[in-house]
């Protein structure tokens, strides 16, 4: 009896086990299909005879894109996004979650500001409104249209509020007793309390300023101002062939560059697989805690 | 209690923000006007001339409209749907692993697709489910016939779901992996004391204390039910899927920025606003009402 | 990959580096006249900075400005493409010239890749109101452009300012000018039309492996592509023939002529159906190719074929279909003259491949069918730009101002898009056909070289020079084997795709199919993207085999309904 039920109890455990190996696979497969095809030679990737394994393994790829100017001006250019895209979200995000943390009673337009974040997360006027916005504040053609071009990010302030309400108040009680001002509350005792959900926004913002590539083809005038998605993008894009013409052509003649592409792609999304795991504990406590009482 | 005085510098701290929300967000609303008149670049929106609701009119008039409605809110809940589930049964599977280092492992690596972009998951999706892709040579390997994977429009809408929610099932995990870690141990040990099995366990004990935020989670999803995810399906899409692949945003980026129908396209994405607005508001409603939870 | 751009590049220089003029024989006073024009333009060449206020009653097309007078433009750009040295788009041995020479200083408002993201930029610059002096843009775009008034008149100024080889060009392509001017002013300057239609492309290897003859009918082909694929000729994975790929159209539409490069045209005509385009019914009324009976004869066909697996089973959905004929995974493919330009993929994997081309299939009555190609591309000016009349004078200058000077800056190197701003093919029409019989004369010695017209068939004489060393006897047979691949490699793929392709393409007998209507009526405007949507979605199904053939019965119905009667009847004003 005991034992029937232990070896049922070890079957489902070992099946369960199997599944879940099998899925972790899976959330690898990208990663390593474009690595394998990124160290194939040409002709094999065009055959589509590389899955799981380089066939004709070469660096040429990557000795390639070590000569490429352009690419490294790009990356460089989304450092810059990303830091500079972290840095402002991460104080002007946190400044307006704390007032906004506060009940109605406490903050009286605190519910008037909430719903007008949200209106103008679902609403937008369109592309060319937009264009011309960015065009009359200067923001073409400079890193700081990429920076601040997507908006106040609601979401997040939304994510940091909701972590700062749910705090125990006894902690900013107790500050207020010892004298401290809103200031001192905010940058003493919120602010180390809210390394999780900060962490978590951060996360957020570096994956989106650096997987990013539409607002760079429209604010930027040339090709030496992009940031490296939209590098990439346009050097492996997709042809519309029903407007062909000779100039596409022969860039379609060119698309059988999928090594290099590959090769591109791969160092793309290497600095985010690099340092997620870093941050994985925080951002999954922060998510936790900013969206659900835990 | 907080005092009075601290309410200006509430104001100051809002500042930035505000700025923000206002240059970059509110101001570039003016273009919703677009939708209401026939709108002529040469004149700009100001001075174009109103046509009332004539292009609203026209939207209806669409079938077409109709149609990348349906399809949004048919792809949409679909995804709501397994991106809950999924990431639910998938918790609970880990749970059961008592290897802490296996269990770290696999939350790490299922974190992975979330970082990478649309771009390169569908351009990967297009490979391996193509005609002669690894999927079909499993599948004639089993004797059966290849098939057409992105030129069917019965698969397709399938093909989006499934790798929507492969590509986010680990992420959105996250928050049933600690409501399962705050379940109190002590209910665990009391059942073992009584004799119950694992599988009771799971039925008896944790799956209940889940449920609850898997239910808010619902609730909160529910004002997404018009974003069906233009990055990821204008990048797997084609014409022979039009007619359930083809969602609001994809159709109105065709239309407003290719064909010229500014005034078409700004009334349909003002429509898909609108009714992102309402349900916004049901679902901050019902979450206050049975959970007494405030979204935001 | 270097080899590729090469291909490529050479596609636009022999669009237009050849001179134009007036037809060859029945034109002989334009020729004359022309080349009396060259002269001049060599004498004026050579005495520069002459003042331009000095002529008020005759302005001198080839003048200098007298002060540097600026372009701004918006410019699509290959970012693959590797200029010498420092050099850049905007700033090249080609615009040096312009600037040095003629005072012209070309701004870049702004760059982007070529193709979507184009496309995009001129569209968001349209919209937003925000151009540059001039663009080159395509059909709709031009429309829109001239609806929103953004668009300078340049009736006086090209009447003043082109020169006379460039209206010579112009009229010897009647009713161009005209599908560009509306309410009587001019307001493009439209690109003329690279000759094309349609072939079937096929491993001739292959067929003689096989024992098979070249095709003639539909049913040929379909039995060729059956033998290449039930003997594993590509392989395992052997496609019978393959075409349109992912956001590919099935066949050429009268907004985009001239796509006949992988895709299924070549069904459709030889059924007598001209999906995409206005033809005229037995009463000589406008109707829709895509709802007429020929063309569900032909979807039905298609089906057939593809239920077989004779067509692509991944037509539509492929990411390139240049891949599986580089691959040598297929052994048909169709695709006008010039696709010869880019096998080098493919005869890199298999120096074997002998592709070529067929006049084929032939419909019923024994005739080869084509829609005639019209245009896509046009030079426009922006209403607030300052000298619309120095726009006028780069398209005259890139084709007719070269002179010794120009050709000892470039080291006889041809001067593509990439360098040359606002680039435009422009040429008379018979440039293939000059090119293609001269080389084949000149190879079995019934010429010399002095007779090619070295100024204006400039291309075709620099072909000339070298192709004795690239092509092998017998001159009269083109497969692979009869070239020598190696002797000339910076000229083979030229004098390879002339000789190949061109000949085959000059010497067929083509019975052309005009649209009625070339340009976007009224109704089109607002209905007839979702009535292309209709239709690109339905005939896919059909196809595919996800909707029966009746599903066309309904389509029409709906075509009808949804504004394609209006539109019809607006396309009957036309005729």
Known sequence: ?294 | MIPKSFSKHFYIMLIPGLVWLALFNLYPMYGVLTAFKEFNPGLGIWKSPWVGMENFQYMFELDDSKLVFRNTVVIAFAKMVGNLLVPFVFALMLNEVKNRLLTRTVQTVVYLPHFLSWVIVAGMMLDIFSYSGPVNQVLSGLGLDPIMFFGNAHIFPALVVGSDVWKEFGFNAIIFFSALTSINPEMYEAAAVDGASQWQRLIKITIPSIIPVAALLATLSLGNILNAGFDQIFNMYNPSVYSTGDIVDTWVYRAGLIDFQYGLATAVGLLKSVVGLVLITISYTLAYRFANYRIF | ?575
């Open chain 1, 1 to 294: 009896m005991v034992t029937e039920r232990s070896m049922t109890a070890r079957l489902f455990n070992g099946l369960n086990l199997l599944v879940l190996i099998v899925l972790m696979l899976l959330c690898l497969l990208p990663v390593w299909y474009t690595l394998s095809v990124s160290l194939s030679d040409k002709a094999s990737a065009a055959a589509g005879q590389v899955f799981l394994w380089p066939r004709g393994f070469t660096w040429g790829s990557y000795e390639t894109i070590m000569k490429d100017d352009q690419f490294f001006r790009s990356f460089w250019i989304s450092i810059q996004r990303v830091v500079c895209g972290a840095a402002i979200a991460f104080f002007v995000i946190l400044l307006m979650a704390y007032p906004l943390s506060k009940t109605s009673k406490d903050f009286k337009p605190r519910n008037i500001i909430m719903w007008l974040l949200v209106f103008a997360m679902l609403f937008n006027g369109g592309l060319v409104p937009w264009y011309l916005t960015m065009q009359s504040l200067g923001m073409i053609n400079n890193i700081w249209g990429l920076v601040l071009g997507g908006g106040l990010p609601v979401f997040n302030v939304i994510l940091v509020m909701n972590y700062l309400r749910n705090m125990p108040k006894e902690m900013e009680e107790s500050a207020m007793i010892d004298g401290a001002g809103p200031w001192r509350i905010l940058f003493s005792v919120c602010l180390p309390l809210s390394v999780p959900v900060l962490a978590t926004i951060m996360v957020f913002t570096i994956v989106y300023h650096w997987n990013e590539f539409f607002q760079a083809l429209v604010l930027m005038n040339k090709a030496d101002h992009y940031p490296l998605q939209s590098y990439i993008r346009q050097v492996a894009v997709v042809i519309d062939p029903t407007k062909m013409d000779e100039e596409t052509v022969k860039r379609m003649s060119e698309l059988s560059n999928q090594t290099l592409n590959a090769a591109k792609i791969f160092i793309s999304m290497l600095p985010l697989l690099v340092i997620y795991p870093f941050l994985q504990k925080y951002f999954v406590k922060g998510i936790t805690l900013g969206s659900v009482k835990g």
């Open chain 3, 1 to 575: 990959m270097k080899k590729a751009i090469l291909s490529g590049l050479a596609l636009l220089v022999v669009a237009a580096s050849v001179s134009a003029c007036g037809g060859s024989d029945n034109k002989s006073n334009e020729d004359a006249a022309s080349s009396n024009n060259s002269t001049e333009t060599k004498t004026t060449d050579s005495t520069p900075a002459k003042e331009e206020t000095a002529a008020e009653e005759v302005i001198d097309p080839f003048a200098k400005f007298a002060e540097p007078t600026e372009v701004s433009i918006g410019r699509a750009i290959d970012p693959n493409y590797k200029y010498d040295g420092t050099d850049t788009a905007e700033d090249n041995v080609y615009t040096r010239w312009l600037k040095d020479k003629y005072n012209i200083v070309v701004k870049h408002a702004w760059e982007a890749a070529s193709g979507n993201d184009y496309q995009q930029k001129v569209s968001l610059a349209i919209s937003s109101n925000d151009l540059p002096d001039a663009l080159v843009v395509n059909e709709t775009q031009l429309r829109q452009m001239v609806k929103a008034g953004q668009l300078a008149d340049l009736t006086d100024v090209y009447d003043k300012y082109a020169s006379s080889e460039l209206k010579a060009v112009y009229d010897s392509n009647p009713g161009l000018l005209d599908s560009v001017t509306f309410d009587g002013k001019l307001y493009a300057l439209p690109e003329t039309t690279l000759p094309s239609a349609p072939m079937t492309w096929i491993r001739k290897d292959w067929l003689d492996k096989l024992n098979l003859e070249a095709p003639k009918s539909l049913e040929d082909l379909g039995k060729i592509a059956q033998a290449f694929i039930d003997n594993k000729m590509g392989g395992d994975k052997t496609v019978g023939i393959v075409g349109t790929q992912q956001g590919g159209s099935l066949s050429s539409n009268f907004l985009a002529s001239t796509d006949h490069w992988y895709n299924f045209s070549p069904l459709f005509f030889a059924n007598d159906a001209y999906p995409g385009i206005w033809v005229k019914d037995k009463d000589g009324n406008a109707v829709y190719g895509s709802i007429t009976e020929e063309t569900k004869n032909a979807l039905a066909m298609m089906k057939d074929w593809y239920a077989k697996g004779i067509l692509d089973k991944e037509l539509g959905i492929r990411k390139s279909t240049a891949e599986v004929v580089a691959s040598g995974q297929t052994g048909i493919f169709f695709g006008p003259w010039w696709s010869a330009y880019n096998l080098s993929d493919s005869m890199k994997n298999d120096p074997n491949a002998n592709w070529r081309p067929y006049i084929a299939p032939l419909d019923a009555a024994g005739k080869f069918n084509s829609n005639q190609a019209t245009g896509s591309s046009y030079i426009v000016v922006s209403k607030k730009a300052k000298h619309p009349e120095a726009v006028i004078k780069m398209t005259t200058l890139h084709k007719w101002g070269k002179d010794e000077e120009y050709k000892t800056l470039t080291a006889g190197k041809e001067m593509t898009s990439q360098e040359v701003p606002l680039f435009l093919i422009l040429g008379a029409g018979d440039q293939l056909e000059y090119a293609v019989n001269h080389l084949r004369q000149y190879l079995k010695d019934e010429i010399k070289l002095e007779d090619i017209d070295n100024i204006n068939y400039g291309w075709a004489h620099e072909m000339a020079t070298h192709v004795k060393a690239i092509k092998k006897e017998p001159f009269d047979n083109y497969d692979i084997q009869y070239f020598d691949q190696q002797a000339d490699t910076g000229f083979f793929t030229h004098i390879y795709a002339h000789l190949n392709g061109g000949s085959t393409f000059v010497d067929a007998d083509i019975n052309w199919v005009r649209s009625i209507a070339t340009a976007q009526t009224k109704t089109m405007e607002s209905r007839w993207t979702n009535l292309k949507k209709l239709e690109d979605e339905t005939f896919f199904k059909i196809i595919m085999g996800t909707e029966d053939i009746s599903a066309f019965d309904t389509f029409v119905t709906k075509w009808k309904d949804q504004g394609g009667d209006k539109i019809t009847e607006e396309v009957n004003e036309l005729k």
